[in-house]
Each structure stands twice: as structure tokens, then as C-alpha cells.
């Protein structure tokens, strides 16, 4: 049985005492309520701890992304703590303590015989291959940015305020671009795009197109890449991502055809779009319905929306899973504070679900919407003036 700390309960009256029940060697409280259930509090105790690792394992996790432990072990072969510290230029002690976190959590194999660590294949498609399309060291990265922004995610509670994108540690911005971009390139061109009606075509041939809260442009640089005959807009509310979109198109060899502006959704210049795309953002804006509708307008009367938001069910029992806990973690902490720093505030959330988000579109203007595809993590829809 896995120990239970002894606890006691404090009575109306400010004493300490009341019944107590064994688990074990360990005397645990009954609750006002009744008894307790003690497999369920094993059960727990022993969740909470396997969290308490994962927590602190995220931090380890994302050190050894940013120092190039996992890079420098994939493909490697068996290495010893000091073989990999002289490899990433870090120190022994410091790496010998990493690797048995890694091997404990399974990140890494241990063999005993001659005191070597290996990362095996699958965990290097995970953790070091930043091409692969299940490369997850951005989402800690982004995910430690939120540890450091702790305080101010504590008053945005008390007060309700909200916390604008910019307010952000800059891991932030890095971690997001570096999480959805091998997911775009996976699967953008070769997937969501065909999966709307008669878009591609219109792309191959060349088309006005619009990204909207482009980020960091990863986006709109994979599309450019893809359709030569085609132009591209970036636009986005946070001046930084755009300079970086600027560098990142001019780096892929695409500049010519693609140009980036701060600017709000709201603010989208220009009309006759055949295709306005939106990646993981409208459920961060502060006026998602305003936004869209401005967007409609934009479009040409026969033009496409392809919004990509996280994968959610409609209700919060649908979400109750792994992919549902970590959407609504980060909603938390960055999609809700985010919109509601904006005007109106709607606060919709990365879990908002098909339907909510067909509501948005329609009240918007948008007279069909329609899921065109999905993956385990997006919900992919198409809508139509």
C-alpha cells in the first residue's frame, strides 16, 4: 500500500481529534462527511504523486530541450553522464542527476551492466526531432513560461483582470510556434487544405490569401512554400511575432509573396480573399463573433474560412480525458486571460467545442459551417458567407 500521511481535522470548536480510520501504518482523518474510501484515497494519493513527478519532470524536460541533451543522445547510441556532458558542453554531476529523473519517467533506458543511458527512437521523434509531426518539447516550453508568469496569473483570479499576449514570458511565443508548427507541417497542405471545398484548386491556380493571428508565421510560410502562384497575408496583434514572421518568410525563400502587419482581426485590410485562415486563435480573442464577422466581409462572395481550433467536445463531460486536461490547463493561463484583456472579453476558451464555435460563425454571418477534418488534437471547420 502506498503511505498515507497522518492528518488531523480540525472540529467547529478549533480542537484537533475526531474519528480516525487505519490505512496501513497510518492514521487518516474521517471526514464530517462519513468514512473515507480508502482505495479511492490510495488511488489518489498515488495519481497525485505520479503528477508531482510529471511536474517537475517538465522542468527537467524542458532544460534538456534547451541545453541539447536530447538532440545530442538521439541516434547516439549508449552514452555515460560524462559522454553527454562533454558532447552538450555541460557538466557531469548536473547530467548524471538528469538522466536518472529521465530513466525513472522512461524518457531514457538504463543499462546497469555498464552504466549507460540510451534515448530510444520513439522518445527521440518526441523530444528531439523538431521536423517530426509528435515533436511536444515546444508545449514545455510554453508551459514553463506560464511558471514564471505565476504572479500575475494569481491576481488576474482575485481581480479579474486579463493578461494581454504581450505580458507574457517570451518563452511563450517560441514554445507555441515550436508546438503547432510540425503539426501545420504534417498536416496543413496535405490534409486540411483538400479537405475544403474546391480550395486547393483555387490555391494551385492562384489565390488571395489571409492568416489570420499569424504568430510567428509558420503558418503562412508553409502555405507560401507550398503555392507558388498564390500571395499571402500574415496579420497579428503582437508586433514582436511580426518582425519574426518577417525573418522567417525571407529565410524560406518566400518573401516576395508574403508580407506581415501588426494589425487585429478586426483591422483585416483589404477585400476579395478566396481563403482567410485562422490557427488556434479566434477562441483567444476578446470579440471572436466581430472578428469573424469582419472577416466575412473581407471575403470574396465565393471565398473559404478555415478555422483550426483545439480538439474539444461540446460539453466539459466530453473533455474529461488527457488532450481535454491539458487544453483547459493552458486555457487557464494563457486563452481566457488573453481574451479577457481584450474588448468585450467573451473569454471563450481552447475548449470551446464545435458547437459554440459554430454559434460564433453564424452570428457572425456565415450561413454554412461544417467540420472539413480533424486530428487527436485539432478540429478543423470550414465555413462559407
Known amino acids: 500500500m502506498f503511505p498515507v500521511p497522518a492528518r488531523a481535522q480540525a472540529s467547529h470548536d478549533g480542537s484537533v481529534g475526531g474519528p480516525r480510520m487505519k490505512t496501513g501504518e497510518n492514521d487518516v482523518s474521517i471526514t464530517q462527511g462519513g468514512q473515507l474510501d480508502e482505495a479511492r484515497l490510495e488511488a489518489f494519493v498515488g495519481q497525485a504523486v505520479t503528477d508531482m513527478g510529471a511536474a517537475i519532470s517538465g522542468l527537467l524536460l524542458h532544460m534538456g530541450d534547451r541545453l541539447g541533451l536530447y538532440k545530442a543522445m538521439a541516434d547516439a547510441g549508449p552514452m555515460t553522464p560524462a559522454s553527454l556532458a562533454a558532447r552538450t558542453g555541460t557538466t557531469e554531476r548536473y547530467v548524471r542527476e538528469w538522466l536518472g529523473n529521465q530513466a525513472a519517467g522512461g524518457y531514457v533506458t538504463y543499462d546497469p551492466a555498464d552504466g549507460t543511458f540510451e534515448l530510444p527512437a520513439e522518445q527521440a521523434m518526441v523530444l528531439a526531432n523538431e521536423e517530426s509531426p509528435v515533436f511536444l518539447s515546444g508545449a514545455f516550453e510554453a508551459i514553463a513560461s506560464c511558471y514564471a508568469d505565476h504572479d500575475r496569473f494569481v491576481d488576474a483570479f482575485r481581480t479579474g483582470a486579463g493578461v494581454g499576449w504581450h505580458e507574457h514570458d517570451g518563452r511563450l511565443f517560441s514554445g507555441v510556434l515550436r508546438l503547432f508548427r ?54 497579428d496583434n503582437h508586433a514582436a511575432s511580426i518582425a519574426d514572421a518577417r525573418k522567417a518568410a525571407a529565410e524560406a525563400g518566400v518573401a516576395q509573396r508574403t508580407r506581415f502587419e501588426v494589425a487585429s482581426a478586426k483591422e483585416l485590410p483589404g477585400s476579395g480573399y478566396d481563403l482567410v485562415c485562422m490557427f488556434d486563435c479566434l477562441h483567444d480573442m476578446g470579440d471572436p463573433v466581430g472578428a469573424a464577422r469582419h472577416i466575412r466581409q473581407a471575403l470574396a462572395p465565393d471565398g473559404t474560412l478555415l478555422l483550426v481550433e483545439p480538439m474539444a467536445g461540446d460539453g466539459l463531460e466530453d473533455n474529461l480525458n488527457p488532450v481535454g486536461r491539458t487544453f483547459y490547463g493552458l486555457s487557464t493561463v494563457i486563452c481566457t486571460p488573453g481574451s479577457l484583456d481584450q474588448e468585450v472579453g467573451l473569454g471563450l476558451g481552447a475548449q470551446a467545442g464545435e458547437r459554440r464555435l459554430g454559434e460564433v460563425l453564424r452570428e457572425a454571418g456565415f450561413s454554412r459551417v461544417r467540420r472539413a477534418t480533424q486530428t487527436p488534437f485539432n478540429l478543423i471547420l470550414e465555413a462559407r458567407p
Open 182 to 235: 510540425p503539426g501545420y507541417a504534417a498536416h496543413l497542405v496535405g490534409e486540411w487544405l483538400p479537405a475544403l471545398d474546391g480550395v486547393a484548386a483555387k490555391l494551385q491556380a492562384g489565390a488571395s490569401v489571409a492568416d489570420v493571428g499569424c504568430g510567428l508565421g509558420a503558418s503562412t510560410v508553409i502555405m507560401a512554400q507550398a503555392f507558388g502562384r498564390s500571395t499571402f497575408l500574415g496579420i
